[in-house]
């Protein structure tokens, strides 16, 4: 990220432009998280009921995610879902995700640590810097290992797994940076599906083992 505050990733006004473009076709990530910051909560709010719905009928399809906005609108709605534990392979490349996803991010945690679970990000070709005031704040809950891809100069396919059956699995894509094409930004989305959380789940430890032995 291009700042280095150490309350960065909480502050989802930083770094916002005036105006945003009218056509999603142009619209840049800078643009995408100025129009996520000017959502209500009760909009929000009002999606949970879609996901709900999903849950409660064991929907197992996944949703396409096809630009950063919708990864924002989709993603807070698997935070607000999650109760027991969090995996995370990331790269912090100056997009701001999680700063614009504070508010659920935290009230995911806070969860997570009253059930006495783990919430873990594997940093990819990134600096953990941003991350360390809520670090702190959940000490006992939040845990991030950094990691460097194999491939020299190449990144690696992102993914997060909440609880065990919600599962956002993006697609490649190069480094984002605040002016980029929104429109890179494409995921499958499942928030119903025990098999792909088991999966990933299981991907995702492999990794984190291999790292933390590492260290």
């Not at 999606?47 to 996944?62: P, S, T, W």
């Not at 909440?162 to 993006?170: I, S």
């Not at 088991?198 to 260290?215: G, H, Y």
């Given at each position: 990220?291009?700042?280095?505050?150490?309350?960065?990733?909480?502050?989802?006004?930083?770094?916002?432009?005036?105006?945003v473009?009218?056509s999603?076709?142009?619209?840049?990530?800078?643009?995408?998280?100025?129009?996520?910051?000017?959502?209500?909560?009760?909009?929000?709010?009002?999606?949970?009921?879609?996901?709900?719905?999903?849950?409660?009928?064991?929907?197992?399809?996944?949703?396409?995610?096809?630009?950063?906005?919708?990864?924002?609108?989709?993603?807070?709605?698997?935070?607000?879902?999650t109760?027991?534990?969090?995996?995370?392979?990331?790269?912090?490349?100056?997009?701001?995700f999680?700063?614009?996803?504070?508010?659920?991010?935290?009230?995911?945690?806070?969860?997570?640590?009253?059930?006495?679970?783990?919430?873990?990000?594997?940093?990819?070709?990134?600096?953990?810097?941003?991350?360390?005031?809520?670090?702190?704040?959940?000490?006992?809950?939040?845990?991030?290992?950094?990691?460097?891809?194999?491939?020299?100069?190449?990144?690696?396919?992102?993914?997060?797994v909440?609880?065990?059956?919600?599962?956002?699995?993006?697609k490649?894509?190069?480094?984002?940076?605040?002016?980029?094409?929104?429109?890179?930004?494409?995921?499958?989305?499942?928030?119903?599906?025990?098999?792909k959380g088991?999966?990933?789940?299981?991907?995702?430890?492999?990794?984190?083992?291999?790292?933390?032995?590492?260290?």
């Open positions: 990220m291009p700042s280095q505050d150490n309350d960065n990733v909480c502050d989802p006004a930083k770094g916002r432009p005036d105006e473009s009218g999603s076709a142009g619209m840049t990530i800078a643009e995408a998280q100025k129009i996520f910051s000017q959502y209500t909560n009760d909009f929000l709010e009002e999606q949970e009921h879609f996901v709900d719905l999903l849950r409660k009928n064991h929907i197992e399809q996944a949703l396409s995610n096809s630009n950063y906005l919708h990864a924002l609108t989709l993603t807070d709605l698997m935070f607000r879902h109760d027991r534990s969090f995996r995370m392979l990331t790269g912090f490349e100056g997009d701001g999680l700063k614009c996803l504070c508010k659920s991010f935290k009230s995911m945690l806070t969860r997570i640590q009253k059930r006495g679970g783990k919430a873990r990000i594997i940093l990819v070709d990134g600096d953990a810097t941003d991350l360390q005031s809520i670090r702190k704040e959940f000490k006992d809950t939040l845990e991030v290992v950094e990691a460097v891809s194999s491939n020299s100069g190449s990144s690696v396919a992102h993914f997060l909440c609880d065990t059956d919600m599962v956002r699995d993006e490649f894509h190069e480094k984002l940076a605040e002016d980029g094409n929104a429109n890179q930004i494409h995921a499958e989305v499942y928030f119903a599906n025990r098999f088991e999966t990933f789940s299981r991907k995702f430890d492999l990794i984190w083992e291999k790292l933390v032995l590492a260290k």
